[in-house]
């Protein structure tokens, strides 16, 4: 494993961190329930494997996500860093409306008073003293970014939170943020199949030493492989609405599987690493956030670690789905 530093802190992480979205289970992700045991034993292997960064939000099973992961975290708190995030919150004391899921309304809200709160719910929920990284999940224009900043950096004081970092943000907001603060990260989408975002974004983070985190990598699965594409899922489910399912998309999707796979031959990997190690290629101070629920998903995905794409494999690989990127992905 290779571990990086967070931004400008003197947080060590390792560059494949473990996504639990999945973790938090409800009507997006109907496949798999975990237990804590389950959740005890995937961090025991993700430390095995070198693993130390996890991300995840209350809104990820509204609260379950972090209250599973708090238990488990119980007797290894000290062995990970861990990272949530603010803004969406389902408390119904302002904000704007963001969804409405599972008898939940979700509204967005980065005032001051919302982060302070956000951030003491996550300390219970997760039970813990404190939150190495915190996230603003969706960075919104209705509150000014120097007000957002001053909640951030009271709770850093506070030794509440060590560091913080933004999503699904502009490459223009970290640049508005950096004017009162200092952003260790941006948790943003990208993958061969939307790669436009992040390409946009590399210059700017190199500018502020401000690592990019991530997600999506997998596009929820779907870059696992063949397979992959002839699950089906309830309408409710992320992977039921996002496009790879669509009729236009699979066929295309196949076909690249078939040109790949000489070389998760040559590299003896699978279909998951060879993006994951294409991802890397594209900027070799990345974060590989990939959701992780199973212990054989955390056992392949550290694979990529020994896996450098040449620029022509690269730009095959892009190639094969150049017909099918997207700009947009909004999960
Ligand atoms: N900031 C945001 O707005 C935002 C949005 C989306 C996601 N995220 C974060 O990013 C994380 C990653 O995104 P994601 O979970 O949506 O999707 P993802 O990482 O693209 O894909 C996750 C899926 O891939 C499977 N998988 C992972 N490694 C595998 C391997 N080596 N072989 C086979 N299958 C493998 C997982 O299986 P199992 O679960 O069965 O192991 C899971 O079904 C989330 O968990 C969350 O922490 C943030």
């Known amino acids: 494993m290779k571990y990086q530093k967070l931004g400008n802190s003197n947080i060590e992480v390792s560059q494949v961190s473990l996504g639990t979205w999945g973790l938090g289970g409800g009507s997006v992700w109907t496949d798999h329930n975990s237990s804590l045991k389950d959740t005890e034993l995937l961090l025991d292997v993700c430390k095995e494997h070198g693993i130390n960064y996890i991300d995840t939000a209350p809104v990820y099973g509204t609260g379950e996500s972090e209250i599973l992961l708090g238990k488990a975290l119980k007797t290894r708190r000290n062995d990970f860093v861990l990272q949530t995030k603010c803004s969406l919150n389902w408390r119904n004391d302002g904000g704007n409306f963001h969804y409405s899921r599972d008898g939940y309304t979700v509204n967005n809200d980065t005032s001051y008073d919302a982060i302070i709160r956000d951030v003491d719910d996550s300390l219970l929920r997760m039970d813990t003293e404190w939150i190495d990284s915190i996230i603003v999940h969706y960075v ?172 022509d494999e690269c730009k095959f690989m892009e190639d094969s789905v150049k017909n099918i990127q997207v700009e947009v992905l909004d999960k």
């Not at 990208?190 to 985190?213: A, M, W």
């Not at 870059?223 to 699950?231: I, N, V, Y």
């Not at 690249?256 to 031959?265: I, N, R, S, T, V």
């Not at 699978?270 to 199973?294: D, I, P």
Request: hydrophobic letters at 35%; proline letters at 4%; charged letters at 25%.
């Open 140 to 311: 919104c224009k209705d509150w000014d970014v120097s007000e957002t900043v001053s909640a951030l950096e009271h709770l850093k004081k506070q030794g509440k939170i060590r560091t913080y970092g933004l999503s699904n943000s502009q490459p223009s907001d970290l640049e508005e943020y950096q004017k009162y603060g200092d952003v260790s990260l941006v948790q943003e989408f990208f993958s061969i199949l939307s790669p436009f975002h992040g390409r946009d974004y590399f210059p700017v983070c190199e500018k502020y030493n401000t690592v990019f985190q991530v997600y999506g990598v997998l596009e929820e699965g779907f870059l696992t492989g063949p397979d992959f594409l002839k699950q089906k899922y309830q309408a409710s489910d992320i992977r039921s609405r996002i496009p790879w399912v669509q009729q236009q998309y699979r066929q295309p999707l196949l076909n690249a599987f078939d040109a790949w796979k000489p070389l998760c031959e040559k590299y003896h990997c699978s279909y998951a690493n060879l993006v994951e190690a294409w991802a890397l290629h594209e900027s070799a101070s990345l974060n590989l956030l990939v959701g992780m629920r199973k212990e054989n998903s955390v056992k392949d995905t550290v694979n990529v670690c020994n896996i450098t794409l040449t620029d």
